[in-house]
């Protein structure tokens, strides 16, 4: 089983000539041909809306191709609000789904005119205190607790989880907000992540739907949206069947029409936060071998590092390799593929089965197009890479410049490279 790069090896030849590696890379075309995917897939819903999660990959560059598309977007900092009020995103285009919210970020939100997604009930008298008033649409984030199980397979496990209100708290959240003068109102919940089955979304809207109509009967509040939020996963193994997204909003609608529809909310809006599935498998880390080690085991160092891509050190996931330019030949060499980073578990890859590697070899780290490069870090002073657009007409677009060190230098305000440390 394999997968095959959106690029070339003869694409990264002429890249590297202006781009040195390692640096992402991302996919416009598929992109383009996801989002227009997903849209059609939520068609028969009219207030239909993408809000793409920041977070998983916050380039501007990327986010405004997604606008083109009529997507909005989910933030839940201070410097994701900024990311989309400089991209022209405000108002109803923000999703703030924040939790442990600082007063700041609040009023930034209230002052860009963003729907505010309350995580916890304690928010809602925050909240007021913080902005002065209520906003007319408010949103609030449920957690139904206990395991979320599709058939006999535990997908994640709520009661767990640091987000959300408990059931009472929803409906006590509603009638006290209300009360306030909140004149429309929306659900959201986050039950599971990435997962790589067509039921999750179905499963989950029967949920928020039954429990929309309950709170509708039992408040009498008017519920504008609900926002079924992000998980929808991406088969990073290539042995894994992908999620079709038509099925998912077939799903989605099925259970909209058996359950809203009777109890005439026909024009609740769906609402995504999708990250990993718009981005993920359309990014890819490309690194170079620049080592080879043969001792207790076999080890190819290579010059990106768990500073560019954490996810397999972080959690043991799996990326898949590709050994641009080896792809015809045997995966018959047992490796370990390393970063630099003085952190035994700085591997890409363990015991992974590639053809033989030589130094100087591309290695394409697959679906690193979301949560891939966003949760770099600058651990043993090693920088952020470089982030490019492979554009649709095959040409390639720096996004994002590589760091230096003076990026890394420059919060220390009294220090200049090349000269000593000033202490102030
Ligand atoms: C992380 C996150 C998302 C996106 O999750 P994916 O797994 O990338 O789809 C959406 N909404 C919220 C509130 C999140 O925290």
Redesign the pocket.
């Known amino acids: 089983m394999s997968k095959t790069p959106f690029v070339t090896k003869e694409q990264l030849d002429e890249i590297t000539k202006l781009y040195p590696t390692p640096f992402h890379l991302y996919d416009e075309k598929g992109i383009r041909e996801n989002v227009k995917a997903l849209k059609k897939a939520f068609s028969w819903n009219p207030g239909y809306k993408e809000y793409f999660?920041v977070?998983?990959t916050p380039n501007p560059f990327l986010i405004d191709i997604l606008r083109e598309y009529g997507c909005g977007c989910?933030c839940?900092s201070y410097t994701e609000l900024m990311l989309s009020e400089a991209i022209g995103a405000t108002g109803a285009d923000i999703m703030f789904?924040s939790n442990d919210t600082p007063a700041e970020e609040f009023i930034y939100a209230d002052k860009l005119g963003a729907i505010i997604?309350l995580d916890d009930f304690t928010h809602i008298d925050f909240l007021e205190k913080t902005i002065g008033h209520i906003p007319e649409t408010i949103s609030c984030r449920y957690n139904p607790g206990g395991l979320f199980k599709i058939s006999n397979d535990i997908m994640d496990n709520p009661g767990d989880a640091k987000?959300g209100m408990t059931t009472e708290q929803l409906s006590e959240a509603f009638k006290v907000l209300k009360e306030k003068g909140a004149k429309e109102f929306g659900i959201?919940a986050?039950l599971a992540?990435?997962t790589v089955t067509n039921e999750y979304y179905p499963l989950l809207a029967k949920i928020l739907f039954k429990q929309a109509v309950k709170l509708q009967k039992e408040t009498g509040v008017h519920i504008r949206f609900i926002n079924l939020?992000?998980?929808?996963?991406i088969p990073y193994k290539p042995d894994q069947e992908p999620n079709d997204i038509y099925a998912i909003g077939e799903g989605v609608r099925q259970v909209y029409e058996e359950v809203l529809v009777p109890a005439g909310m026909g024009d609740v809006e769906i609402y995504t936060?999708?990250?990993?599935?718009?981005t993920?498998p359309y990014g890819c880390l490309v690194t170079t071998a620049i080592h080879e080690k043969h001792t207790h085991k076999e080890y190819i160092g290579v010059d990106a590092c768990a500073v560019n891509l954490m996810r397999p050190a972080m959690y043991g996931a799996y990326h898949h390799i590709t050994v641009m330019g080896k792809e015809n030949l045997p995966c018959d060499h047992k490796y370990d593929v390393t970063g630099s980073l003085c952190e035994n578990n700085d591997k890409f890859a363990i015991d992974r089965m590639l053809p033989k590697i030589d130094k100087g070899d591309y290695l394409v780290i697959h679906d690193t197009g979301?949560?891939g490069f966003a949760m770099g870090y600058n651990y043993n002073g090693k920088l952020k890479s470089a982030e490019i657009l492979l554009k649709e007409d095959g040409s390639a677009k720096l996004i994002r410049r590589a760091e230096t060190p003076s990026d890394y230098f420059a919060t220390f305000d009294c220090f200049e490279i090349g000269k000593k440390l000033i202490k102030k």
């Open positions: 999660a977070k998983a989910d839940s789904s997604n987000y959201h986050f992540s990435n939020s992000g998980g929808i996963g936060e999708l990250g990993r599935y718009m993920g979301a949560h």
